[in-house]
């Protein structure tokens, strides 16, 4: 069974620009959810997806979005960057829906995003 | 809201040493689940274990184990014997109810195991 893909590895982009990454979750998982990870904040919650809607969010400015599409694939984006949106991106897939959250979550390697 | 606390930023230790992580956690919510992930270079956070808030019965899977404390409010994770692959940062998370799949992690430990 393939893992949590997210694409691309890394990215270098300039301030003002937008980005958007990938993720692929595992088959059959339904629940994505995506997280900000930098040395300074650790590892921060961003937003989290089930069957095309958002079903929570964290506490970031609306320059990052997201969005799920019909085959669980999720994509983030997020405009007008800024040096310190720099940080590694982890994507989480999970089975888990709304009968319950006995399950565990599993993370891609992530997008390391430069801001230069 | 919810809040999970590693008190310990860096840990090192010899070969075959033991080692305990700490992890602390605070949440209203009365029925809650814990994890452990493991997170080595690559960036992939690596899932260890996850424990349910009313199943404190510890747990032993090969070189490691893991001590759930309700009473403190503790979930500790030990290595028995570690090993240079061991070496990584760890982060305990924890997930409540009413939030979905959000998963509020403590700060992490980096724990380097030498020869």
């Known amino acids: 069974k393939a893992g949590v893909t997210q694409t691309p590895r890394y990215l270098i982009k300039t301030r003002g620009q937008q980005v958007t990454l990938s993720c692929s979750p595992i088959?059959?998982?339904?629940?994505v959810s995506w997280y900000q990870q930098t040395p300074g904040q650790g590892l921060q919650f961003l937003f989290e997806?089930?069957?095309?809607?958002?079903?929570n969010k964290g506490n970031f400015p609306g320059r990052f979005s997201g969005r799920q599409f019909s085959n669980s694939r999720s994509e983030m984006n997020v405009s007008t960057l800024e040096l310190g949106d720099s940080a590694l991106y982890l994507c989480?897939?999970?089975?888990?829906?709304?009968?319950?959250?006995?399950?565990?979550?599993?993370f891609g390697q992530g997008t390391r995003l430069t801001v230069v | 809201a919810q809040k999970v606390t590693q008190a310990q930023t860096e840990i090192s230790v010899v070969e075959k040493e033991d080692v305990t992580l700490d992890c602390v956690y605070e949440?209203?919510?009365?029925?809650?689940?814990l994890f452990w992930y493991k997170q080595p270079p690559s960036g992939e956070l690596v899932f260890l274990i996850r424990?349910?808030?009313?199943?404190?019965q510890n747990e032993i899977s090969g070189r490691y184990s893991w001590n759930f404390q309700k009473s403190t409010s503790s979930f500790n994770f030990t290595i028995t014997a570690s090993q240079v692959v061991d070496s990584a940062v760890y982060f305990c998370a924890l997930r409540g109810t009413g939030g979905g799949n959000k998963l509020t992690f403590g700060t992490g430990t980096q724990l380097k195991v030498e020869l």
């Open positions: 997806y089930f069957s095309e809607t958002q079903r």
């Open positions: 424990r349910n808030s009313f199943d404190e």
């Open positions: 989480a897939s999970s089975s888990a829906g709304t009968g319950g959250l006995n399950t565990e979550a599993f």
């Open positions: 088959s059959g998982h339904r629940s």
């Open positions: 949440t209203r919510d009365t029925t809650y689940y």
